[in-house]
């Protein structure tokens, strides 16, 4: 069976590939993709990959993922290839980059963070430094690695 016939090709929407093994459903949370809307979702895991030893690939029907919504995943996959198919064709290619700020992707670690409060705020996590990334949480101030928020 090739790695082309493991998830069938779909005719429109959004393909995420080379997704860290593993983060696939990170993947999906971090882009609020809860299978509720209806659209379908193909989640792949531990498919074997060239680049990477092996990847996940998730795959969005009838949905283009705009860069702000994939962005929001350049933590948690940093590799992660997006593709914008119609017509069964790639019609847009892009990676992910990190965005200067992730709005409600990531709690803050720190217990005492009034963003962890039971206060009706966002959790804000400013990127102060995208290579090698390093965030801050806007409430608290602390210093996050990537480590720390995945
Ligand atoms: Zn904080």
Redesign the pocket.
Same mark, same amino acid.
């Given at each position: 069976m090739s790695k082309e016939q493991l998830v069938r090709k779909i005719k429109e929407g959004t393909v995420l590939d080379h997704v860290e093994q593993g983060r696939a459903l990170q993947v999906l949370q971090a882009l609020n993709i809860d299978g509720k809307n209806g659209n379908i979702v193909t989640v792949a895991m531990n498919v074997s990959s060239k680049k990477l030893r092996k990847k996940d690939i998730i795959k969005i029907e009838n949905r283009f993922l705009k860069p702000e919504e994939t962005n929001r995943i350049a933590l948690i996959a940093p590799r992660a290839t997006v593709n914008l198919i119609r017509d069964y064709q790639v019609f847009e290619k892009r990676k992910v980059e990190i965005p200067d700020t992730f709005v409600n992707v990531f709690k %803050?670690p720190?217990p005492t $963070?009034i963003?962890n409060s039971n206060e009706p705020v966002s959790y804000i996590i400013d990127a102060v430094r995208k290579n090698p990334p390093l965030l801050r $949480?806007r409430? %608290?101030g602390?210093l996050l690695s990537p480590n720390e928020l995945i």
């Open positions: %803050c720190n $963070c963003s $949480c409430y %608290c602390r």
